[in-house]
T-cell receptor
Framework: GQSLEQPSEVTAVEGAIVQINCTYQ??????LSWYQQHDGGAPTFLSY????GLEETGRFSSFLSRSDSYGYLLLQELQMKDSASYFC???????????FGSGTQLTVLP | NAGVTQTPKFQVLKTGQSMTLQCAQD?????MSWYRQDPGMGLRLIHY???????DQGEVPNGYNVSRSTTEDFPLRLLSAAPSQTSVYFC?????????????FGPGTRLTVT
């Protein structure tokens, strides 16, 4: 089966940089996805890494090291609106169905 | 496009009652799935479908049934509700295959079973 580990909570101040880590164990690795979920809302897709290295999308970047079974989401220039839960997820199986980590609650302080 | 829609938004059931959670998408996505999310936890896959007429079980399928008669609709049926099924239910869809990592989620149904 698949398992993903990520910290349950992270706190940072507005304007800072924060890194949310994710380690995974999976058979048949395809890549690592990241999703954001605000309280009471639906998860929304942020990024996907299939290959090693850093992918940048605006203030958010995502990194993958396949040899270390490790990835992270980097949020720069934090804003209050970035306060949310962040989930890593891996596709697996014949239909590449997603398995999610338990999520990291990010709190951005003024 | 409306994207992924779910009804109802909220529902309260008594133990033993049955009901159907509705999910529809207008993006012509082949892949659809149902997740449940319990407090402080990630999303757990209940059932999924790779196309009309094809469904399969996810991580936590017990107590739930699904069918997929059209590309657009993927209802989830609770056969005999139990308090352990109190949760938030999300439906999602995506392009099938290599892009299934990018799923589009509906707004969720918040279900309470008393």
């Amino acid at each position: 089966g698949q398992s993903l580990e990520q910290p349950s909570e992270v706190t940072a101040v507005e304007g800072a940089i924060v890194q949310i880590n994710c380690t995974y164990q999976t058979s048949g690795f395809y890549g690592l996805s990241w999703y954001q979920q605000h309280d009471g809302g639906a998860p929304t897709f942020l990024s996907y890494n299939a290959l090693d290295g850093l992918e940048e999308t605006g203030r958010f970047s995502s990194f993958l090291s396949r040899s270390d079974s490790y990835g992270y989401l980097l949020l720069q220039e934090l804003q209050m609106k970035d306060s949310a839960s962040y989930f890593c997820a891996v596709p697996s199986g014949s239909a590449r169905q997603l398995t999610f980590g338990s999520g990291t609650q990010l709190t951005v302080l003024p | 496009n409306a994207g992924v829609t779910q009804t109802p938004k909220f529902q309260v059931l008594k133990t033993g009652q049955s009901m159907t959670l509705q999910c529809a998408q207008d993006m012509n996505h082949e892949y659809m799935s149902w997740y449940r999310q319990d407090p402080g936890m990630g999303l757990r896959l209940i059932h999924y479908s790779v196309g009309a007429g094809i469904t399969d079980q996810g991580e936590v399928p017990n107590g739930y049934n699904v069918s997929r008669s059209t590309t657009e609709d993927f209802p989830l049926r609770l056969l005999s509700a139990a308090p352990s099924q109190t949760s938030v239910y999300f439906c999602a869809s995506s392009v099938q295959g290599a892009r299934s990592y990018e799923q589009y989620f509906g707004p969720g149904t918040r279900l309470t079973v008393t």
